[in-house]
């Protein structure tokens, strides 16, 4: 019998695309994971009654909420779940942390670094449980290269390179703003694919290579005006189409990086390679169970690359799934963050990717926004 594990409530915002990822992860994790508590889906907060009448009930959620304000007031929420646009992020998450909630928000954790700092800020005050979705860290491939790089296998890091591609806005007919394409619209999403998907990218590097020290970068509008959705007015873009940028890591590699949602053919090519003295590595969300490997340190005549297939029960987290050689995908990223979340808070510790983690990320955007802006190399704080 399973030993009986203590509830924790949580108060989710928004029903949109994370608002399913994270219902599905709470409702899974316990399944697969030994936890110390039993995430409980107390309430579900959004603005159009009906249809978050209809989410509540397809996911088990017991009530509903139309103001996130109310939700936070809640006392029988123990964990607020931030699943809504970037504008609403700083707001929800600082009055979640002095109500004293643990608080867990979809990346990126602020639309600038200066949100991001006043988040940090409101859960060390609160010194409240926290986290950022930065979920591609819990992809076992991914997993299995920062222990390989921990280990010292690549031995002297050169170069890091990192893509993530898409082509859903290039027609001119597109209109921003809105249920759907807010991540159109500059004063909701904050920037554009920067933010959006660079961010992932950012973060990602951080967790395998470390700080990155100064950044130099151009940034694109191809489509310079769209019809807003909310105006019904033609209006000017102003987030950035197409975004790359070089950089420099503290442990000395130099980077290349390009986000783009004007790759027509490409969907979410997420990919990352980093070169070390001794070894490289390749990951690509497409593939995401594969994990391509070249060790210089191979017998010469046998040397190349090979794909291992990361869905053995000592690769990380695929003990808890099937068995060898069955691959596991996207949403079991959601799942791995919530078990380790959960753990990590049973036993009184903190977990990475933290708001803290989130802010060092924002401060990497922030930078190559003002450096595309400048043309000049702009160091990150930190
Ligand atoms: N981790 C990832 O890979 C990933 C992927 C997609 C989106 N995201 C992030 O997740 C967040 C949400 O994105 P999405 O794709 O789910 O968006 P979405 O448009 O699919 O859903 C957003 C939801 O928020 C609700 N909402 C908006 N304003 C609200 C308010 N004031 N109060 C309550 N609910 C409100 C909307 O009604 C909708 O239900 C964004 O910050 C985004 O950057 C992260």
Redesign the pocket.
């Known amino acids: 019998m399973v030993a009986k594990r203590k509830e924790l409530n949580i108060g989710l ?7 399913r990822t994270h219902s599905n992860a709470f409702l899974q994790a316990p399944h697969f994971f030994d936890l110390p508590y039993q995430p409980v889906l107390k309430a579900l ?4 009654p009906d249809r978050a009448k209809s989410f509540a009930e397809n996911w088990g959620y017991q009530s509903v909420e139309s103001d ?1 304000r109310a939700l936070v007031d809640r006392k029988d929420v123990d964990l607020i779940d931030i ?4 504008d ?2 700083l707001e929800i998450a600082v009055a979640a942390a002095k109500a004293g909630k643990m608080v867990m928000c ?3 954790l602020g639309r600038t670094a200066a949100e991001a700092k006043q988040m940090v800020d409101a859960v060390d005050k609160a010194k409240v449980p926290n986290m950022v ?4 860290r819990r992809v076992p491939a991914v997993v299995l290269l920062k222990s390989l790089l921990d280990e010292g296998k690549f031995g002297r890091i050169f170069h890091y390179r990192s893509q993530f591609l898409q082509d859903w806005t290039i027609s001119t007919d597109l209109p921003q703003g809105g ?2 394409l ?1 991540r159109l619209d500059v004063s909701v999403a904050g920037s554009g694919v920067t933010g ?1 998907l660079l961010a ?1 990218n950012i973060d990602m590097a951080i967790y395998l290579n470390g700080a990155i020290t100064e950044v130099t970068a151009m940034t694109e509008t191809f489509i310079k005006e769209r019809k807003h959705n909310l105006t019904g007015k033609v209006q000017p873009v102003g987030i950035d189409d197409a975004s790359a940028f070089l950089c420099r890591f503290d442990n000395g590699s130099m980077a290349l990086f390009e986000a783009t949602r004007y790759a027509r053919g490409h969907k979410a090519l997420f990919t990352l390679e980093i070169n070390g003295e001794k070894a490289s590595a390749a990951w690509d969300l497409h593939d995401l169970h594969r994990l391509e490997y070249f060790d210089h340190r191979d017998e010469s005549r046998l040397r190349g690359w090979k794909s291992v297939h990361i869905t053995d029960g000592d690769h990380p987290y695929m003990k808890n799934w099937w068995v060898p050689g069955l691959q596991i995908g996207y949403e079991h990223t959601f799942i791995h963050q919530v078990a380790d979340f959960l753990i990590a808070v049973g036993g009184g510790k903190s977990v990475a990717p933290s708001f803290r983690d989130g802010l060092a990320t924002d401060y990497v955007t922030d930078a190559v926004l003002a450096s595309a802006k400048t043309k000049q190399w702009v160091k990150v704080p930190h």
């Open positions: 915002v928004g029903y949109g695309f994370m608002g907060c959004a603005r159009n996130w699943a809504s646009p970037n609403t992020h979809e990346k990126p979705w930065y979920n591609y249920e759907g807010w959006d992932h």
